[in-house]
């Protein structure tokens, strides 16, 4: 028997901001859900709600897009009885805790992260204030990450690559908080998954939401076609011989097949194969993935109680937690 305290803590957190993707899936669940699954982690994956109200100010649609990512873990794979699954703002010491950090945050870190900068980019190329449209949640976004990553004392942080430079100001406001008053906060480390690089959406560039280019990932069947036979390609003709390594569908088709089956599509590109047969080899082995998860998040969404429940366990495994470091923090800040 393994002492499960001297796991390794691996968090990770989805904004609710839209539809789950095939590339949220190839690259964020699938992954996280081996990682449970290998018994060699204590695994946190949470619902980042808070992070989501910088852009959607609808009530019933950020409610419904947090049940559709708790349903898309569930149904993919995560078992609660082995890994915790929360909401982030049920456990209301992560603002607290995020209110501290900000006050160990140069401003200057903040002026330099990613998401600011593009924002401050596009209003300076639309002859805008830099400012324009960017609230103080997107400004200090990176900290409230910091908070949802620092009070679980996590280890490892799998995430995209886009996010690494969040990881690094976690870090870095750790650092400036351990330097002042001991070593008070573990400092995490990102996990890029390799596979979430080359997950191409429907044009050929990375698949992502900004983009539109998704194949969202819990369509019915008829959508699902649908969405795949959007996938853009060339105008050769059915008979002639296709190059398989330079193909968007056989790209996204060696991620659901096995080899047998990349083999076979492999040897029928170079005979020639037309777009619209690849196609219709690329749905069967996506579908067939996909097809018992659809069902599972189908009855999930159709049945939120239960979802809620466990979000609900989620947040009391995790409460506890987090109100016995916080309160370590704030004394030793010189708060009680
Ligand atoms: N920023 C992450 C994203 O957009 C979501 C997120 C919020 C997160 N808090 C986190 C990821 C903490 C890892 C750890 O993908």
Same mark, same amino acid.
């Given at each position: 028997?393994?002492?499960?305290?001297?796991?390794?803590?691996?968090?990770?957190?989805?904004? $609710?901001?839209?539809?789950?993707?095939?590339?949220?899936?190839?690259?964020?669940?699938?992954?996280?859900?081996?990682?449970?699954?290998?018994?060699?982690?204590?695994? &946190?994956? !949470?619902?980042?709600?808070?992070?989501?109200?910088?852009?959607?100010?609808? #009530?019933?649609?950020?409610?419904?897009?947090?049940? @559709?990512?708790?349903? +898309?873990?569930?149904?993919?794979?995560?078992?609660?009885?082995?890994?915790?699954?929360?909401?982030?703002?049920?456990?209301?010491?992560?603002? %607290?805790?995020?209110?501290?950090?900000?006050?160990?945050?140069?401003?200057?870190?903040?002026?330099?992260?990613? *998401?600011?900068?593009?924002?401050?980019? %596009?209003?300076? @190329?639309?002859?805008?204030? #830099?400012?324009?449209?960017?609230?103080?949640?997107?400004?200090?976004?990176?900290?409230?990450?910091?908070?949802?990553?620092?009070?679980?004392?996590?280890?490892?942080?799998?995430?995209?690559? /886009?996010?690494?430079?969040?990881?690094?100001? *976690?870090? /870095?406001?750790?650092?400036?908080?351990?330097?002042?008053?001991?070593?008070? &906060?573990?400092? $995490?480390?990102?996990?890029?998954?390799? %596979?979430?690089?080359?997950?191409?959406?429907?044009?050929?560039?990375?698949?992502?939401? +900004?983009?539109?280019?998704?194949?969202?990932? !819990?369509?019915? @069947?008829?959508?699902?076609?649908?969405?795949?036979?959007?996938?853009?390609?060339?105008?050769? $003709?059915?008979?002639?011989?296709? /190059?398989?390594?330079?193909?968007?569908?056989?790209?996204?088709?060696?991620?659901?097949?096995?080899? /047998?089956?990349?083999?076979?599509?492999?040897?029928?590109?170079?005979?020639?194969?037309?777009?619209?047969?690849?196609?219709?080899?690329?749905?069967?082995?996506?579908?067939?993935?996909? @097809?018992? #998860?659809?069902?599972?998040?189908?009855?999930?969404?159709?049945?939120?109680?239960?979802?809620?429940?466990?979000? %609900?366990?989620?947040?009391?495994?995790?409460? #506890?937690?987090?109100?016995? &470091?916080?309160?370590?923090?704030?004394?030793?800040?010189?708060?009680?």
């Amino acid at each position: 028997m393994t002492d499960s305290s001297a796991k390794k803590i691996s968090l990770t957190g989805i904004k $609710p901001t839209g539809s789950l993707h095939l590339g949220n899936y190839l690259g964020a669940i699938k992954p996280g859900v081996e990682m449970i699954n290998s018994g060699d982690y204590d695994c &946190f994956y !949470f619902i980042a709600d808070y992070h989501s109200l910088i852009t959607v100010h609808d #009530p019933k649609v950020l409610k419904e897009y947090s049940y @559709e990512v708790a349903a +898309s873990w569930l149904a993919l794979g995560l078992d609660p009885s082995k890994a915790t699954l929360y909401r982030q703002s049920d456990i209301p010491e992560i603002l %607290e805790l995020s209110w501290i950090l900000n006050c160990f945050t140069v401003k200057g870190l903040m002026n330099r992260a990613h *998401a600011y900068k593009a924002a401050v980019q %596009e209003n300076n @190329e639309h002859e805008r204030d #830099p400012d324009h449209g960017v609230n103080m949640g997107l400004y200090s976004y990176p900290i409230l990450m910091a908070a949802d990553i620092l009070f679980l004392k996590s280890n490892m942080v799998p995430v995209g690559a /886009d996010q690494l430079q969040h990881i690094e100001i *976690a870090r /870095d406001i750790a650092q400036v908080f351990n330097h002042h008053y001991g070593e008070v &906060f573990t400092l $995490p480390e990102g996990v890029v998954h390799k %596979e979430q690089a080359i997950v191409p959406g429907l044009d050929g560039r990375k698949m992502s939401k +900004s983009y539109g280019n998704t194949i969202p990932l !819990f369509l019915t @069947e008829k959508k699902l076609k649908k969405t795949i036979n959007k996938i853009v390609t060339d105008s050769t $003709p059915p008979e002639e011989p296709k /190059d398989p390594n330079d193909s968007l569908i056989f790209d996204i088709y060696k991620l659901f097949a096995n080899a /047998d089956e990349i083999k076979e599509l492999d040897a029928w590109y170079r005979k020639g194969i037309g777009w619209g047969e690849a196609k219709a080899e690329l749905f069967k082995v996506v579908n067939r993935q996909l @097809e018992a #998860p659809r069902e599972i998040y189908n009855e999930l969404m159709s049945d939120k109680k239960k979802i809620d429940l466990i979000l %609900e366990e989620g947040a009391q495994k995790v409460r #506890p937690r987090a109100q016995d &470091f916080l309160n370590q923090v704030k004394q030793t800040v010189g708060i009680n």
